[in-house]
């Protein structure tokens, strides 16, 4: 089946610390993935994509590299801030998913000054 | 902003009620879809519709009914409420009849339940 894992939180950081959360996928197929993030008392918001293997999806400073043969999508940002603090949700979709979307759990992010 | 709104925010009500939450979505997307988001499931993929008609179900319980209407609009209709029912509710939107790669979901702030 389809499922995405990843790591668990919550995960705290200091201001300008390096960012890792881990993300895996089972899926069948190749399908395109995704990090979303939810800020408190907000809905969740595309983050970064990447739609093939290889790919390198980037926003905001963060980015996450789609690996076929690790099954891995790993969110990455080399200085936290503050204003990151949320939770993030890795997901996938794809043609072999029915289109639908799997989310992870999420991780949550707090960094503190 | 995703341009994706929900109505209402929150929502307190008993157990046995009946309440419905509203959808509207991005100008231009034809496709809806629910969730439902809680402490110990995480997003739970409930129901979609595209154009009216609905396109895919998921875990949605039979208590619970959708529809979506001419102008795109998007109701969640949740019946015989249990205290396990309270979540937050999400709606997203896409413009394409299946989300992917071309066509993420754009989500809504959510609507909060909480059955007492």
């Known amino acids: 089946g389809n499922s995405v894992t990843q790591m668990e939180g919550p995960v705290t950081l200091s201001e300008e610390a390096f960012l890792t959360i881990n993300c895996t996928y089972t899926?069948?197929?190749?399908?395109?993935l995704f990090w979303y993030v939810q800020y408190p008392g907000e809905g969740l918001q595309l983050l970064l994509k990447?739609?093939?293997?290889?790919d390198k999806g980037s926003n905001k400073g963060f980015e996450a590299t789609y690996r076929k043969e690790t099954t891995s999508f790993h969110l990455e940002k080399g200085s936290v801030q503050v204003s990151d603090s949320a939770v993030y949700f890795c997901?996938?979709?794809?043609?072999?998913?029915?289109?639908?979307?799997?989310f992870g759990t999420g991780t949550s992010l707090t960094v503190i000054p | 902003d995703s341009g994706v709104t929900q109505t209402p925010k929150h929502l307190i009500t008993a157990t046995g009620q009946r309440v419905t939450l509203r959808c509207s979505p991005r100008?231009?997307?034809?496709?809806v879809y629910w969730y439902q988001q809680s402490l110990d499931q995480g997003l739970q993929f409930l129901i979609q519709?595209?154009?009216?008609?609905?396109?895919a179900k998921g875990n949605i319980l039979e208590r619970f009914s959708a529809q979506q209407f001419p102008d795109l609009h998007s109701e969640l209709n949740l019946s015989s409420l249990e205290l396990g029912d309270s979540a937050l509710y999400f709606c997203a939107s896409s413009v394409a009849p299946v989300a992917g790669g071309n066509s993420p979901l754009h989500f809504g702030n959510g609507t909060r339940l909480t059955v007492t």
């Open positions: 997901a996938l979709s794809g043609r072999n998913t029915g289109n639908q979307f799997y």
């Open positions: 990447a739609t093939k293997a290889d």
């Open positions: 519709y595209y154009n009216g008609e609905e396109r």
């Open positions: 899926a069948t197929g190749y399908p395109s």
């Open positions: 100008s231009g997307d034809l496709s």
